[in-house]
């Protein structure tokens, strides 16, 4: 008997599943194959050991609960033709494609477009190269279907996108919090005037999920050390960037050296899409790290020192506020950074301030929506028992080397 599947092993869900097709076929590509040298969660590793699943390993996750939630929406009477089907898996197995070394971090250091602008391009020339067979994956991923419910499960306040990284993140670092009832919520889901809505027994459920988001935020993804090992990264890349523009000789795998020397923007994707494609394609975390390694021993003493301390952990110092810091503050310690004897000349630059944000239930995004036992369709903000109501919660923070303070 000839085999449908091919079966993997996944530590989160156990044994999952890919058909063979276009699905099979768009895993073994090059451009997808690349995701296993991108870290999910950047450099989260150095503050939970364990979290060094890839971008790989997580859409793969999301494949799976696309299959589980397209099944459960089909045994509810939800009209989704075997087309459709084949579609929205192909969303969701391609909708981080466009993720660049690290993740987020180096997002708008190292080339000024946004990843998902990213995952377009490579789907529409994954489209090309299979003879159009992602046209409707596409329009479902970018909105343009008109089941529009298609798209909501790829992103979304529910998607499975969120499903899968909440869940796997919380596998990979250990942070219990995280864990949530994702197998309930989709089972819950349904459709109602093309929406993807909520039925109200799971809402819970829902609640657990939102709750579970935030704390992941401010425990995991915004922890301090993690931001400012994030921070020193962006700095060293962009030292890196500003001395081989000016002319500096910067050792780089050739991959990483053509974005050193060129200002690469989203309108030049609209130009030369393949070959900026290509070029992007051969980028991922081993071309950051074995260079980062390299500079340690550069002549320039910032790149060098920035190096040196992002290789061996030397991380900065992170504080983080309610409350914007007040000029005198960061004054103060630009003031000590420039006058530090065991810092190099023109540290005050390596003061850093910024903000992070986190909301875990926002209305940028559609709102959720609830079926109540009655038929209605209800906003969740308005029949949660927790008062669960869209709203950022926001935090200042300013990062400099330890040395100072």
């Not at 009209?79 to 089907?85: P, Q």
């Amino acid at each position: 008997m000839e085999k449908t599947h091919k079966i993997l092993n996944d530590p989160v869900y156990g044994f999952v599943s890919i058909p063979y097709g276009i699905l099979f076929d768009l895993v073994e590509h090059p451009y997808f194959q690349r995701l296993r040298s991108i870290k999910q969660v950047s450099l989260t590793h150095y503050v939970y050991p364990g979290a060094l699943h890839t971008r790989f390993h997580h859409a793969l996750g999301a494949l799976h609960l696309m299959g589980q939630a397209v099944a459960s929406l089909k045994s509810k009477g939800v009209k989704i033709n075997k087309r459709e089907a084949e579609a929205v898996h192909i969303a969701i197995l391609l909708h981080d494609i466009g993720h660049g070394p690290f993740s987020h971090t180096l997002e708008h250091t190292l080339i000024e477009a946004h990843h998902e602008e990213l995952s377009v391009h490579f789907m529409e020339r994954l489209n090309d190269e299979f003879g159009g067979k992602l046209e409707l994956a596409i329009k479902i991923f970018r909105g343009k279907y008109k089941k529009h419910f298609l798209h909501q499960l790829v992103t979304g306040q529910l998607d499975m996108d969120r499903m899968d990284y909440l869940n796997r993140d919380s596998y990979f670092t250990g942070v219990s919090e995280g864990v949530i009832g994702y197998d309930r919520i989709i089972k819950m889901l349904n459709v109602a005037d093309d929406r993807l809505v909520v039925e109200q027994k799971g809402i819970y459920s829902v609640e657990r999920f939102l709750t579970s988001r935030r704390i992941m935020y401010w425990q995991v993804y915004l922890h301090k050390t993690v931001v400012a090992a994030e921070q020193m990264l962006i700095l060293v890349l962009q030292r890196a960037r500003d001395l081989s523009r000016s002319g500096t000789e910067v050792w780089a795998p050739p991959s990483l050296e053509f974005f050193l020397k060129n200002r690469i923007t989203s309108a030049d994707f609209q130009v030369r899409r393949n070959q900026l494609l290509d070029c992007f394609a051969a980028l991922d975390d081993t071309d950051i790290t074995s260079a980062v390694k390299a500079w340690q021993q550069h002549p320039d003493q910032l790149l060098a020192y920035l190096s040196y301390g992002l290789i061996n952990r030397r991380l900065f110092r992170l504080e983080f506020s309610n409350e914007p810091f007040s000029d005198g503050y960061l004054a103060s310690i630009r003031q000590s950074l420039a006058k530090h004897r065991d810092l190099p000349r023109g540290a005050e630059a390596f003061l850093i301030s910024g903000e992070e944000s986190n909301s875990a239930y926002t209305l940028n995004k559609e709102e959720i929506m609830v079926l109540t036992k009655s038929g209605d369709v209800v906003p969740m903000s308005k029949i949660s028992d927790f008062g669960i109501e869209p709203r950022t919660f926001r935090k200042y923070f300013v990062c400099y080397p330890k040395e100072v303070g």
